[in-house]
Each structure stands twice: as structure tokens, then as C-alpha cells.
């Protein structure tokens, strides 16, 4: 199992740093969740900062940018890592696509389907000089040597993909290498939704489940006193009170056995009631959830829950400060040790 370091986007005079401590402190890889900054410059400052490191975007928005400008920029992030690049991509939501980039968000399944196999398309295009993919959403077939990238001595980037809904998992199956499960994502979800519908998906395109990585962020609630451990209970609370806000996870939180989770979030959503929200998300909510244990316990209870299920797992609030990144890295390496 590798284990990496969820982050968004910092200032690129800070990441450097960033990508340094996360790689000393044992880590496997440093994940960029695209925000208001750019995932793919952040990565860029890394690779040059911190060698060895795993560098993954997880996810960048995938509509505002053609797929030839998305397999470029992935392309020459592979060839600066030396081959330890993964490239995640997401749909976002219609408002953000729409609204904030002005891209076209129609489809958003099929697109994302049509999108990776174009962005795989182009990385071929780099080797061979020859483009073509003709897809519903995305027609390429011109590229010359002037404007390829040309052929580079790593293998092509790992492409993944977000996914939630069953046809969403089912796609990144058969066309993706792996996909990024949603933060709300806890361990029955994953044995009900995720493996099964990847491995429908991976039928279909002559392949083992096996292939496709299944990269898991995880909320830890961790620290060897009660005042530790409540004060990151309540960070994770107001988390997952956000994550729990969009209609299409309700599903997730009403199969675990909390029913109207995500209605009552809304509700105080509308009133801006911030507090409000994060008090819908009960104690039994977090311990279904999150994972919290003592300091020495914590790769132990992380093997438990997600072992037999995650190819990689992304501690999702290990930066709080360079103390506990560094305790967070001890954790890391025995989990990525063999048993």
C-alpha cells in the first residue's frame, strides 16, 4: 500500500518546501486537490524540489482544458518525476464548469469517459506522431513534429479518474488506471460500490480489477490524549459537513445506516448556518466514517479498514503542522512496509 499527503495548491514559493518535508517525513507521494490555484504548477515546483517523490493531481478539473493541453502538461510532469507522475481528473459540478471556467458540462459521464481515452490517445501521439481519436465529445487527428512533445524515457502517465455513482465507477474500470474515491468513501461503500463496479468495468475492457489502483482519502482523528483527539473530531465534523452537503453522495451516508443526512445539512446550508451544518454530523456518524485511534494504533486501524481494498491511501489532514507530518510519516512507512 502506498500512502501519500493530501494538499491544495499552495503559493509555488511554499511547495517546494512542502514537497521536501512530506518526502523526508517517509511519505510515498504528495496528492494536489485542484482549488482556486492550479494542481499542475504546483506539481512542477515539486518535482524540481523534492526527487523520488510521487507526485499525483487528485483531482484537476478536466473540461476547462482540451485534452491534448491536459496530456502535454501530464506528459512533461512524467518526464521530470522520472516516471512518478499520476494524472487524476474530475468532472466538478455544472456550476463551477459553467459558471466559473466557461466550458461545456453536458454529459458529464461519457465526456470524462471520452475525454481519458482522447488524453491516452495523445500520449501515443507523442510517441508515434500520428493522432487519432474519434470520440462523441472530442475529435483529434493533427499533430506534427513540431508541436508533439516527442517521446520521453518513462512510461505513459497513470490516468485516474473521480468517481462516485456506479456508472461513473464502472467507466473508470474500463477506460481508466484508477480511481479517486470520494472522501465520504468508508468501508462499506467501498465493498458495495466501488470494487464491484470496477471490476464490471474492467471486464468489459479485457482486464483484472486488479489493474486499477483504488486511491482512498481518509479522515484520521488521531492523538494519545482525549483533548487531542476531540479538537481533530471537530475538524473532521465541519469536513464532512461539507462533503456531506451535495445531493448526489446521499446515497452514501443513507446505505451506512444515516437516512436524511444530507437534506438536514442543506437546510442549514440555505440559512448559512455553518455551525448548523457541522452539528448534523453525529459522533456515529464520525466513527463510521473517519478513522481515530492513538498515535501507535493508527496504522494498525487503517490497515484494518482499508487494507484488503486500497492500492494507495491519502491522509487527508496530516499538515496541520511539521510536528504531526512527521508522526503522520512514521505512520505512513509501516503501512507501506510489507506484512
Not at 512533461?76 to 458540462?105: D, K
Request: include cysteine; charge should be negative.
Amino acid at each position: 500500500m502506498h500512502v501519500d499527503v493530501m494538499t491544495t495548491p499552495q503559493p509555488l514559493r511554499a511547495i517546494g518546501d512542502l514537497a521536501k518535508r512530506t518526502r523526508a517525513a517517509g511519505f510515498d507521494g504528495l496528492l494536489f486537490t485542484e482549488t482556486g490555484r492550479t494542481a499542475y504548477l504546483n506539481a512542477a515546483v515539486a518535482a524540481q524540489a523534492a526527487p523520488g517523490l510521487e507526485l499525483l493531481t487528485g483531482v484537476a478539473v478536466a473540461f476547462p482544458r482540451s485534452p491534448f493541453v491536459t496530456a502535454a502538461t501530464a506528459w512533461e510532469l512524467q518526464e521530470a518525476t522520472g516516471g512518478r507522475f499520476r494524472l487524476g481528473l474530475g468532472t466538478q459540478v455544472r456550476t463551477h464548469v459553467v459558471r466559473r471556467y466557461g466550458a461545456e458540462f453536458e454529459h458529464p459521464g461519457p465526456r470524462l469517459r471520452d475525454y481519458v481515452l482522447a488524453v491516452k490517445a495523445c500520449f501515443a501521439a507523442f510517441r508515434t506522431g500520428k493522432l487519432d481519436h474519434h470520440g462523441e465529445f472530442y475529435d483529434l487527428d493533427f499533430i506534427t513534429p513540431q508541436w508533439s512533445a516527442g517521446p520521453i524515457d518513462a512510461p505513459d502517465p497513470m490516468v485516474d479518474v473521480a468517481a462516485v455513482n456506479p456508472w461513473m465507477l464502472r467507466m473508470a474500470g474500463e477506460v481508466a488506471d484508477g480511481v479517486h474515491v470520494h472522501p465520504l468513501g468508508e468501508p462499506g461503500y467501498i465493498a458495495r460500490h466501488v470494487v464491484p463496479a470496477l471490476a464490471e468495468g474492467a471486464q468489459r475492457s479485457g482486464r483484472s480489477v486488479d489493474d486499477i489502483a483504488v486511491i482512498v482519502p481518509v479522515m484520521t482523528i488521531v492523538g494519545d490524549t482525549d483533548e487531542e483527539r476531540h479538537r481533530e473530531r471537530e475538524s473532521v465534523r465541519a469536513s464532512m459537513s461539507f462533503y456531506g452537503s451535495t445531493p448526489n453522495y446521499a446515497f452514501i451516508w443513507d446505505e451506512a445506516g444515516f437516512e436524511g443526512t444530507t437534506a438536514r445539512i442543506r437546510e442549514k446550508q440555505k440559512a448559512g448556518d455553518y455551525a448548523g451544518m457541522a452539528a448534523q454530523i453525529t459522533d456515529e456518524h464520525i466513527a463510521t466514517f473517519a478513522t481515530e485511534s492513538t498515535w501507535d494504533g493508527l496504522s494498525d486501524a487503517l490497515h484494518e479498514r482499508y487494507g484488503h481494498t486500497a492500492t494507495r491511501l491519502v491522509l487527508y489532514n496530516a499538515l496541520a503542522d511539521p510536528e504531526r507530518l512527521e508522526r503522520y510519516g512514521a505512520v505512513a512507512q509501516r503501512l507501506s512496509a510489507p506484512r
